[in-house]
């Protein structure tokens, strides 16, 4: 079945450095990307959609200059916490939208990335 | 725009016995539906869908779900829970026309934990 690789599963930083997360579709095409944050025993929130070439859509509340996000290639999104502060802390998990799939196929998630800025 | 509403937190329930979680949406515009299944520090695994058709729906793991659209009502069902159940529970729900690529809209999930 569909796998979505994202890497690293968890990274420690300093305040005030820039981590990338890295989300990969192994055996399929990923037109669409989305990124979530999980704060502890509460569901995902949406923070963007990304689609292979074009400038992600970030939704409301969401900070672009400090979660950037790329997808320049169909297989590859990345999101880059820049400047991280403690309160960036978090579990983001990506998931990815076959070409084709038009939104019946459920989507396929990463396995999560456990961030924790100190 | 959609919301969906995931009635109960947390269910405990012992091994062996059945276990229904609880989901309601709302939408204005025709959805798919689905159930995800997450384990501490993981992703989410899709544990089954509805598109169309057969308003029960099975999945993985001996789960089952029954889309009731007049009571815009999606629960998961499962007639005998193992230990290995034990896992947050998502309700999902995406606009099937397409709009906003397709987003997924997800429920606040439930907490399942089965005791021995």
């Known amino acids: 079945g569909a796998v979505v690789s994202q890497h690293p599963s968890w990274v420690i930083c300093k305040s005030g450095t820039s981590v990338k997360i890295e989300c990969r579709s192994l055996?399929?095409?990923?037109?669409?990307m989305f990124w979530y944050r999980q704060f502890p025993k509460q569901s995902l929130m949406l923070m963007a959609t990304?689609?292979?070439?074009?400038?992600?859509?970030?939704e409301q509340g969401v900070e672009k200059d400090k979660f950037l996000i790329n997808h320049a290639s169909l297989t590859l999104s990345t999101l880059t916490v820049t400047s991280a502060h403690p309160e960036d802390s978090s579990f983001y998990i990506c998931?990815?939208?076959?070409?084709?799939?038009?939104?019946?196929?459920?989507?396929?998630f990463g396995s999560g990335t456990r961030l924790t800025v100190v | 725009a959609q919301s969906v509403t995931q009635l109960d937190s947390q269910v405990p329930v012992f091994e062996e016995a059945p276990v229904e979680l609880r989901c309601n949406y709302s939408?204005?515009?025709?959805?798919?539906l689905f159930w995800y299944v997450q384990y501490p520090n993981q992703g989410l695994q899709l544990l089954l869908k509805?598109?169309?058709?057969?308003?029960l729906v099975k999945g993985i793991n001996g789960f089952e779900a029954e889309f009731n659209k007049s009571q815009t009502s999606f629960h998961l069902r499962k007639p005998s829970v193992h230990i290995s159940d034990t896992a947050e529970y998502f309700c999902?729900?995406?606009?099937?026309?397409?709009?906003?690529?397709?987003?997924?809209?997800f429920g606040k999930g439930t907490l399942l934990t089965v005791n021995p």
């Open positions: 999902a729900v995406s606009d099937m026309s397409g709009g906003s690529n397709y987003k997924l809209t």
């Open positions: 509805y598109l169309s058709g057969s308003t």
């Open positions: 990304s689609n292979e070439g074009s400038k992600a859509t970030y």
């Open positions: 939408s204005s515009v025709s959805v798919y």
């Open positions: 055996d399929f095409q990923a037109t669409t």
């Open positions: 998931s990815a939208r076959a070409s084709l799939d038009r939104g019946r196929g459920g989507y396929t």
